[in-house]
């Protein structure tokens, strides 16, 4: 078995310089680096089989259909899913997300129905439903986040009374919770509300399982799960998505058109009207196929391992305040340091080479919540070493010099 420290090497990006220094890619919550095997993939299939998908009959478009499809078996065994019918691909976790709210959403919910969210949703799950509500006239309730980053469910069977659909991210991308999502599906499902799970900043972390989980639409981004970007996920219950009106109307997602009327295909096609991605698509089964190669649950335990390396030292900064502290944590810590806007600390550490985020991190009701409009935020993947933390922190102790921060 390879040392997980070996992997490294299969990202060409991570030998690159910036500034003159090397590259500390501390963004993987943005977006994660790709493997060769996927920079491959999406090589050999435009040198060599570049052809539209279920329309030719000739041996390359066969070929790209044999491929793209076999992708979704991959993305349907990677999250444990009982159907590949249930697997759709769409641009990315936003556009499933708004594939919920039109397709599902404009069809059950009507005005006095209550959607619950949470106060730790990313903008992609608040403002879907906003619009949609805008529409239809339905009240939108959520779940609120304490002081620790963790949700508060105290009172969760009150806050689902009359919800028909409850939308909750499985790990925060500000303070890394990952959330109980068996157990809110369950309190959810006994209150007859069907349970949609943003999965972006966990595909790359944990496994997925869709079926453990028992909730009814899971959406993920595979940019941020080692594949390229302009691809994403939203797996549904087939017998969800076959109740469910089509979301884009075109090619590729008819049964026939007539000049009065159109039926529609079953799902998947149902909802991947046009030509889709298809060198995405196969690109993301080969991140899966490099994922699953390593093993989700090494990744897991490496990342748990890196994530406490990284708290400790971060924590051993003087001013430094990282976001959070739930018992279950994922590998994104947003942090503040005493004097320093968070902008500028971003714009220093790039200097030393080191790339994290800053701003509200597309979640500004959950920073107006804790308090902090704006962080700093640094997050790791399977592919980062603690020497890498080790270069933050020393690049953070650098910055407070140029700020000349004096510990009180
Ligand atoms: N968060 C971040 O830096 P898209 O852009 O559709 O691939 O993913 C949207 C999205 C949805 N939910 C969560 C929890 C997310 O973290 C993101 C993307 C990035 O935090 C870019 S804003």
Redesign the pocket.
Known sequence: MRDLREYRRDFPILQATVHDKPLIYLDN??TSQKPLPVLETLDTYYRTYNANVHRGLHALSERATAAYEAARRKVAAFINAPQPQGVIFTR????SINLVAQAWGRKFLTAGDVVLLTEME?H??IVPWQLLSQQIGFQIRYLVVREDGTLDLSNLDRMLDGVKLMGL?H???VVGTINPIAQIVDAAHRAGAVVLI?G??ATLHIPVDVQALKCDFYAF?G??TCGPTGI?VLWGRVDLLEAMDPFLGGGEMIESVTLEKTTYAPPPNKFEAGTPAIAEAIALGAAIDYLTGIGMERIAEYDEMLSSYALERLGSVPGVRVLGSAPQRSSAFAFTVEGIHPHDLSSLLDTHGVAV?AGH??AQPLGRRLGVPASARASTAFYNIPEEIDALVDALHEVKKVFGYVRP
Do not use: M, Y
Not at 92 to 95: D, F, L
């Open positions: 919550a943005a990315n976790t936003t556009e990313h992609s799950n991210t790990i925060s991308n943003d972006a900043q981004s940019h941020k994403g985020r991190h597309c």
